[in-house]
T-cell receptor
Framework: AQSVSQHNHHVILSEAASLELGCNYS??????LFWYVQYPGQHLQLLLK??????LVKGIKGFEAEFIKSKFSFNLRKPSVQWSDTAEYFC???????????FGKGTKLSVKP | DAGVTQSPTHLIKTRGQQVTLRCSPK?????VSWYQQALGQGPQFIFQ???????QRGNFPDRFSGHQFPNYSSELNVNALLLGDSALYLC?????????????FGPGTRLLVL
């Protein structure tokens, strides 16, 4: 069965540090890839998505992610984090034309001011 | 433009009871998916409704059932509640003709089973 792995459970950074959150999936066919963010007390929001084309995807708030098909990876990056980036980040995968998202367990990011 | 709305926000039930959760999709969306998010976990897919029919189902028992109405709103019903059903239940909607497209999530209903 398809699975999504997020390598870090909790990441703690200081403001202005660079961020990279890992995401790997197990399905070998066509996939759509997503990063969602859940700020404290708020609902899941779409950060960015990859369907096809340029494997480097830019999202909101300065986030970007790179799809590396050979590594089954879709890592999230931000060059300089802010305190307001404190949140939980979820990687999700959708196989082909299937309607359901398969989520990783999430990575909690804490940014120290 | 209203986003996805869910009701109630919180709910407390006891084992063996039944519960109904409600979802209104984002304006203009016609497909609704339901997810269960246990504490410390990512959301897990329960099922998806499109054109008032269950289009796809995840690995959940028959105690979990749903319905979609002509106005695209949806209900999730859980019978014979177990302690393990305590979780945040999320509804997500998708734009017409893109049942496999981007999903937009509501705030969720937090269910506690005692």
């Amino acid at each position: 069965a398809q699975s999504v792995s997020q390598h870090n459970h909790h990441v703690i950074l200081s403001e202005a540090a660079s961020l990279e959150l890992g995401c790997n999936y197990s399905y070998g066919g066509t996939v759509n890839l997503f990063w969602y963010v859940q700020y404290p007390g708020q609902h899941l929001q779409l950060l960015l998505k990859y369907f096809s084309g340029d494997p480097l995807v830019k999202g909101i708030k300065g986030f970007e992610a790179e799809f590396i098909k050979s590594k089954f990876s879709f890592n999230l990056r931000k060059p300089s984090v802010q305190w307001s980036d404190t949140a939980e980040y979820f990687c999700a995968v959708k196989e082909g034309s299937q309607g359901n998202l398969i989520f990783g367990k999430g990575t909690k990011l804490s940014v120290k001011p | 433009d209203a986003g996805v709305t869910q009701s109630p926000t919180h709910l407390i039930k006891t084992r063996g009871q039944q519960v109904t959760l409600r979802c209104s999709p984002k304006s203009g969306h016609d497909t609704v998916s339901w997810y269960q998010q246990a504490l410390g976990q990512g959301p897990q897919f329960i099922f998806q409704y499109y054109e008032e029919e269950e289009r796809q189902r995840g690995n959940f028992p028959d105690r979990f059932s749903g319905h979609q109405f002509p106005n695209y709103s949806s209900e999730l019903n859980v019978n014979a509640l177990l302690l393990g059903d305590s979780a945040l239940y999320l509804c997500a909607s998708t734009y017409p003709g893109q049942a496999s497209g981007t999903q937009y999530f509501g705030p969720g209903t937090r269910l506690l089973v005692l």
